[in-house]
C-alpha cells in the first residue's frame, strides 16, 4: 500500500511534473514487455509479428484510459480493501494482465499512449516540467525549458483526453470533499435511506465526475458564444483542458504534500522488512515517523500559496491559448471572462475543502 499509494501515485505525480517525465524510465509494464519480444521472435520464426495484429482505431481514442482511471479511483477512494496488501496485489496482477493485453494486441505504444493510464497521466504532468525527454532513433534527449511552457505549445488530441483530465481533477477534489463536515452530513442522511456506504461513495464519485464535465463543457458553450461561434464548443473543449493541469497539480500539491511526508517515511521500516517476517535488512525498521516534519501552519501556507499561483498559471496558459486560436486580443479576452469565472470559483471551493476541519467517517 505505501509503495502503490504514497511513493508510487503521489509521489511519482510531484516528481513527472516538478523535474520530469521519470516513468519513461522505470513503467514495469514497459520495461518488462522484452519478455514478450522474445517470445514473439521465438514463435513466429521471422514471419509477421504475433504483436499488434489489431488496428487501433481513432475512435477509441483513451476511452479505455478513461474507464481503468475511473476504476483506480474507485479503488482508491471507495474500495474497502484499497490498504490491504493481498487484495492490491490481485489488483496489481489484473492491471498487468490488462496492460500486457492491450500491448499484445494492439502493439506496445499504441497501447501505453492510450490505455495505460499511468504512462498517460504522469506523460500530461510532465508538460508542465522544466525538462523534457524522448527517444530520437535510439539516443535519449534531454532538453530544459521553462516550466508549464509545454502545456502552451501542444493541445489535446480528443475529446477521450479531456475527459480523462476533468476525471483526473474530480477525483483528487472528490478526495478533499470526502473528508469534510459536509460530505459526513450527506452520508448520514443517505445511509439512513439506504446503509450502504460503497455505494453512496460510488455515487458520489460519480457525480463528482459528472458535475464537473457538465460545468467544463457549460463554460466551453458559453467561451464558444464570447467568440461569436468563431471555435466550436467541441474545439473549446478541447483546445483549453490542459490549462487546467496546473490546477490539478496545484491541488496535488496542497491535499497530499503533509501525506507524502510523513506517511512516505513508511518506506523506510518497509524496505528493511518488505514482508513483515521480522526482518531488519537494512537497518531500517525500528524507524519512527516523524509527524512534525511538516507542520500545520506550513502545510497550510503550501497549499494556499499552491492553488493560487496555479491557478494563476492556469488562467495564463488559458489566455495564451485563446490568442493563439481567436488572434483578435479584444475576442480573446472577451471568450476568456467565462472561464476566468470558472477559476476563480474552483479557487475558492478549492481553499474552502482544504479549511474544513477533517472528518472520519465509519
Not at 502493439?107 to 504522469?122: P, T
Request: proline letters at 4%; hydrophobic letters at 50%; aromatic letters at 12%.
Amino acid at each position: 500500500p505505501t509503495m502503490i499509494w504514497v511513493i508510487g501515485w503521489v509521489g511519482i505525480a510531484y516528481t513527472s511534473a516538478l523535474v520530469g517525465n521519470i516513468w519513461l524510465l522505470i513503467n514495469p509494464w514497459n520495461n518488462t514487455f522484452v519478455i514478450f519480444h522474445v517470445l514473439d521472435n521465438a514463435l513466429n520464426k521471422g514471419k509477421r509479428s504475433l504483436i499488434g495484429r489489431l488496428e487501433y482505431t481513432e475512435s477509441y481514442g483513451m476511452w479505455p484510459a478513461v474507464l481503468l482511471l475511473m476504476t483506480f479511483a474507485w479503488i482508491e477512494l471507495v474500495y474497502v480493501n484499497s490498504s490491504s496488501p493481498f487484495h492490491l496485489a490481485i489488483l496489481l496482477l489484473i492491471y498487468s494482465i490488462i496492460t500486457w493485453t492491450g500491448m499484445i494486441l494492439f502493439g506496445k505504444d499504441r497501447w501505453l499512449e492510450n490505455g495505460e493510464i499511468f504512462s498517460i497521466i504522469f506523460g500530461i504532468l510532465a508538460k508542465f516540467a522544466p525538462s523534457e525527454a524522448y527517444r530520437k532513433g535510439k539516443d535519449l534527449v534531454l532538453n530544459l525549458r521553462p516550466p508549464a511552457v509545454e502545456l502552451t505549445l501542444t493541445e489535446s488530441k480528443s475529446l477521450s483526453e479531456m475527459t480523462l483530465i476533468i476525471t483526473l481533477l474530480a477525483t483528487i477534489t472528490f478526495d478533499g470533499f470526502m473528508a469534510t463536515p459536509i460530505w459526513a452530513n450527506i452520508t448520514d442522511i443517505i445511509y439512513e435511506a439506504s446503509p450502504n456506504m460503497t455505494l453512496i461513495a460510488t455515487l458520489g464519485l460519480l457525480s463528482s465526475v459528472g458535475l464537473f464535465l457538465i460545468t467544463y463543457i457549460a463554460i466551453c458553450k458559453s467561451i464558444s458564444m464570447s467568440s461569436n461561434n468563431i471555435l466550436t464548443t467541441e474545439n473549446v473543449c478541447i483546445s483549453f483542458i490542459y490549462s487546467l493541469i496546473p490546477i490539478s497539480l496545484a491541488y496535488h500539491l496542497a491535499h497530499f504534500l503533509s501525506y507524502l511526508l510523513i506517511q512516505g517515511q513508511l518506506i523506510v521500516p518497509l524496505s528493511s522488512d518488505p514482508l513483515g517476517y521480522g526482518w531488519d535488512l537494512f537497518g531500517g525498521a525500528g524507524y519512527k515517523l516523524n509527524i512534525a516534519i511538516i507542520g500545520a501552519k506550513l502545510a497550510w501556507v503550501t497549499a494556499v500559496i499552491s492553488i493560487v499561483v496555479g491557478h494563476i498559471i492556469a488562467v495564463y496558459i488559458s489566455h495564451v491559448v485563446a490568442m493563439k486560436k481567436l488572434g483578435n486580443r479584444k475576442t480573446a479576452i472577451q471568450s476568456q471572462i467565462p472561464m476566468l469565472g470558472l477559476m476563480i470559483i474552483y479557487t475558492i471551493s478549492s481553499l474552502w475543502i482544504l479549511a474544513q476541519p477533517i472528518t472520519v467517517i465509519h
